[in-house]
């Protein structure tokens, strides 16, 4: 079975450090891989996605980046972070983009102080 | 740009009531999807909707899909306290299949 892997679960970082999350899946391969986050109260938004080793869509202009340079690897990561970049970070999965639910990860709790 | 919408964001029910969650996006999609988030915790997959017309039903929650409306909806059956949580819904893009965009998301608290 297909299992998703998220880490830290909670980082309290202060502005201006960088950051890197790290999200790994089991079980599959070619997966569609998924960053999204999410503030206090608030809906999902989709920061990046990616369809292939070294792919990487963009959808929010902002200081985070992320990297694919494993097939089931994918890492989100910030050279200077923001007081803004507080929020709960998940990353998500699905085999294909057809006819299929993604799978989150447990997410990460990140407060930038 | 497709948006997806969801109304209520919150919503306080009686436990026994029946209610409904709206979701509607803008631009055409065939294939829309519900999760449930507990508070502080990930979103587990609730329904997977792939044509119009489509209905499924898990315990006391039915979920359906109009594409023409481009509406989903999602029905509550004599709630219980346990259904409380947030629900999401989320579209796929038909002009980039890869993209997943999620609702505004619904809250809710079902109280004795």
């Known amino acids: 079975s297909q299992t998703i892997h998220q880490w830290p679960a909670t980082l309290v970082q202060p502005v201006g450090s960088p950051l890197s999350l790290e999200c790994t899946v089991e079980?599959?391969?070619?997966?569609?891989l998924y960053w999204y986050r999410q503030a206090a109260g608030r809906g999902l938004q989709l920061l990046f996605y990616?369809?292939?080793?070294?792919?990487i869509s963009s959808e929010v202009p902002q200081n985070l980046s992320a990297s694919r340079p494993q097939d089931r690897q994918f890492i989100l990561s910030s050279k200077k972070l923001l007081l803004s970049d507080s929020g709960f970070y998940l990353c998500?999965?699905?085999?294909?983009?057809?006819?299929?639910?993604?799978?989150f990860g447990q997410g990460t709790r990140l407060t930038v102080v | 740009e497709l948006k997806v919408e969801q109304n209520p964001l919150f919503l306080s029910m009686q436990e026994g009531k029946n209610y409904t969650i709206y979701c509607n996006y803008s631009?055409?999609?065939?294939?829309l999807y519900w999760y449930r988030q507990d508070p502080g915790k990930s979103l587990e997959s609730l329904f997977v909707?792939?044509?119009?017309?489509a209905v499924k039903q898990e315990g006391r929650l039915m979920a359906s899909l109009d594409t023409k409306a481009r509406l989903s909806t999602l029905h509550i059956t004599a709630a219980v306290h346990d259904l409380s949580a947030t629900y999401f819904c989320?579209?796929?893009?038909?002009?980039?299949?890869?993209?997943?965009?999620f609702g505004t998301g619904t809250r809710l608290q079902v109280f004795p």
């Open positions: 998500a999965w699905r085999q294909d983009s057809l006819n299929t639910e993604a799978f």
């Open positions: 079980g599959t391969s070619n997966p569609n």
């Open positions: 990616s369809v292939g080793i070294g792919q």
């Open positions: 631009t055409t999609s065939d294939r």
């Open positions: 909707l792939l044509s119009n017309g």
């Open positions: 989320a579209v796929d893009d038909r002009y980039n299949t890869d993209k997943l965009i």
